[in-house]
């Protein structure tokens, strides 16, 4: 099976800070992926440069067995099929335009009725638990909890195959961050997505994703399945970050 995301040697350097250091992952197609490790490691670097956004110096990246290409039209063409859902919801969506406006902007580049777009964006609000009168108000009119899950909801409109969540339950209270993980985990199963998770937060990890990685100084430098990785991991640097985390089930 083709692998949803496939990082081969990926090299990328600002100035004298190599960003990513010779990184080569495989995340399969349908799973739930977690890339862990502290601020600077090269995680968010890494989800920039799958998407498209940060051009690589060397290395390939491939999305669903596809070579990435850079260029507006291959941009447009990935949003059909690879979504992110930043760190910052809020600043993602346009501060000028009512929620709606941004949402039938999906319909307009997938090229079918406002009909049928609201038709779906009715059933997605109502799975995320957001109120139907959410479209009617501005970014800054909602919480950043009601952000976050109007940042899914417009990424699901698009009916992406890959989902890249970025520090998805960053800001959030505790609570609040199980119900989102929750109901990440049940529509990547409900609609067959590849769900990768970036976060500093090894908890969150272990609790969502069935592999994961750990990067450090633009390194990827322990890979594998969940309950291996956090069971008995093999570098040091893993074992400490695992150190300053409580113990968390890593039951799914």
């Given at each position: 099976m083709t692998d949803a995301i496939s990082i081969s040697q990926a090299q990328l350097r600002f100035g004298e800070t190599a960003a990513l250091d010779g990184v080569s992952l495989a995340i399969p197609n349908g799973s739930c992926f977690g890339i862990v490790g502290e601020s600077g490691s090269g995680k968010t670097t890494l989800m920039r440069a799958v998407l498209g956004l940060q051009k690589l110096d060397r290395g390939e990246i491939r999305i669903l067995?596809?070579?990435?290409?850079?260029?507006?039209?291959?941009?447009?063409?990935?949003?059909?099929?690879?979504?992110?859902?930043?760190?910052?919801?809020?600043?993602?969506?346009?501060?000028?335009?009512?929620?709606?406006?941004?949402?039938?902007?999906?319909?307009?580049?997938?090229?079918?009725?406002?009909?049928?777009?609201?038709?779906?964006?009715?059933?997605?609000?109502?799975?995320?638990?957001?109120?139907?009168?959410?479209?009617?108000?501005?970014?800054?009119?909602?919480?950043?909890?009601?952000?976050?899950?109007?940042?899914?909801?417009?990424?699901?409109?698009?009916?992406?195959s890959i989902l890249i969540a970025d520090e998805p339950t960053a800001g959030l209270d505790v609570s609040v961050q199980g119900d989102l993980l929750n109901l990440l985990q049940d529509i990547r199963r409900s609609q067959h997505i590849t769900l990768v998770i970036i976060s500093h937060n090894l908890a969150i990890v272990r609790l969502i994703a069935e592999n994961a990685a750990v990067m450090r100084a633009g390194k990827v430098v322990e890979a594998g399945e969940v309950g291996s990785l956090f069971g008995s991991p093999q570098d040091a640097y893993t074992r400490e970050l695992l150190a300053a985390w409580p113990s968390v089930s890593a039951a799914k």
């Open positions: 067995g596809k070579p990435l290409l850079h260029g507006r039209a291959a941009l447009k063409e990935r949003a059909g099929f690879i979504q992110p859902i930043f760190q910052d919801p809020a600043a993602s969506l346009s501060p000028r335009s009512r929620i709606r406006t941004l949402m039938d902007e999906v319909g307009t580049v997938l090229r079918e009725p406002l009909a049928a777009t609201h038709e779906r964006l009715h059933v997605i609000l109502n799975r995320l638990g957001l109120p139907p009168g959410v479209v009617d108000k501005y970014p800054h009119e909602i919480s950043g909890g009601q952000a976050r899950r109007v940042a899914i909801a417009r990424a699901l409109l698009m009916k992406p």
